[in-house]
């Protein structure tokens, strides 16, 4: 073979192995590209894991100090006010120290973790579960006055409430009664496929309420697993109002001064507010409760984190009936 022709052969047999060398660098850089991409994700997600276990154990902890102020409440007895401990808002507070693992207080790489809280009266709105006898599945009329008298003095339509009556009695279980009883109560047959029975006040879209309506009222109802009425000690004007019968919108807020100096111990000092009264227009409201709702609010890192709970009071036992995540979202987010 002459000489250019050997020459030749080399040149190609170098390229072709230049060639194959820079393919298998070439792959050897993207699967450690992938290997590093799939280590630095798992890294990721155990982080977000361990943020989340983080996150569940403080605002259960917060849970726990509300359940614990609501229960040395009970000890205490009396009538439910917001001159009390448990009405005092818990102020954000700085919880990274308590979150490093490290004893000698190394917490320069710790989450800035704040947590706050505050505990509301659930009866301080209208319960909407008042609004149905489950005994025959039929409206309370008083109830149904008093709902529409709430919508007409925040400026909803009264048409909302009748909606929200009928609705809330579509979805409500008819309790078992003797035949007679049955026949007498019964002013409307069950659907054959009820609807769901909302648990908050903003399911009650699935009941078709128009959303509207609903930012607008939802200060002002609940939505509780039983018949609870209004206290009188915490609820707003609006509120007031609508629980009793006959009371105009300056008297009601008579009512709010008045008890902000002192708390009414008893529905007699609501009489002497607000005289000339219907005789049973204050039958259906309380100077106490036994539901509460609890929010606790966690800033850890750039994650805001809330949840929302509702407990109840069993003499000295706190139980929680319900438990949401309100929302989680990052700082300067939308």
């Not at 040149?11 to 991409?37: E, N």
């Not at 009071?313 to 309100?326: A, F, H, K, T």
Request: charged share 20%; aromatic share 4%.
């Amino acid at each position: 073979m002459s000489r250019p022709a050997r020459s030749d052969r080399q040149r190609r047999q170098r390229g072709a192995a230049l060639l194959t060398a820079m393919i298998i660098v070439a792959l050897v850089a993207t699967l450690a590209g992938s290997m590093i991409w799939q280590q630095w994700r798992a890294i990721q997600v155990e982080a977000a894991e361990r943020a989340r276990a983080q996150s569940a154990w403080i605002l259960s902890g917060a849970l726990d100090w509300a359940r614990l102020i609501l229960r040395e409440d009970a000890k205490n007895g009396g009538v439910d006010h917001l001159g009390e401990p448990w009405a005092v808002p818990l102020a954000e507070a700085r919880l990274s120290t308590f979150l490093a693992a490290d004893k000698d207080n190394n917490t320069e790489d710790a989450p800035d973790a704040f947590l706050s809280g505050v505990i509301t009266d659930a009866t301080a709105r209208y319960n909407l579960t008042n609004l149905v006898v489950a005994t025959g599945n039929r409206i309370d009329p008083l109830e149904m006055a008093a709902l529409q008298r709430l919508c007409e003095t925040v400026g909803v339509s009264a048409d909302v409430a009748t909606r929200i009556a009928n609705a809330l009695r579509d979805a409500t279980p008819v309790v078992a009664v003797a035949a007679a009883a049955s026949a007498a109560a019964m002013t409307a047959p069950a659907p054959e496929d009820p609807p769901l029975m909302p648990r908050s006040v903003s399911q009650l879209g699935w009941l078709g309420i128009d959303a509207e309506a609903l930012r607008t009222l939802a200060p002002y109802i609940v939505i509780l697993p039983e018949k609870a009425w209004v206290n009188v000690n915490t609820a707003p004007r609006e509120v007031l109002v609508a629980a009793i019968a006959g009371l105009d919108l300056a008297t009601a807020e008579r009512i709010v001064q008045s008890r902000q100096r002192v708390p009414l111990k008893s529905i007699g000092d609501v009489s002497a507010l607000a005289p000339g009264l219907p005789a049973d227009s204050l039958a259906r409201v309380a100077v106490g409760s036994n539901f509460f709702e609890v929010r606790g609010r966690l800033r850890l890192g750039d994650v805001v984190l809330e949840q929302r709970s509702l407990v109840q009071r069993r003499g000295l036992d706190v139980l929680v009936l319900q438990r949401e995540r309100v929302s989680a979202r990052e700082q300067g987010g939308s």
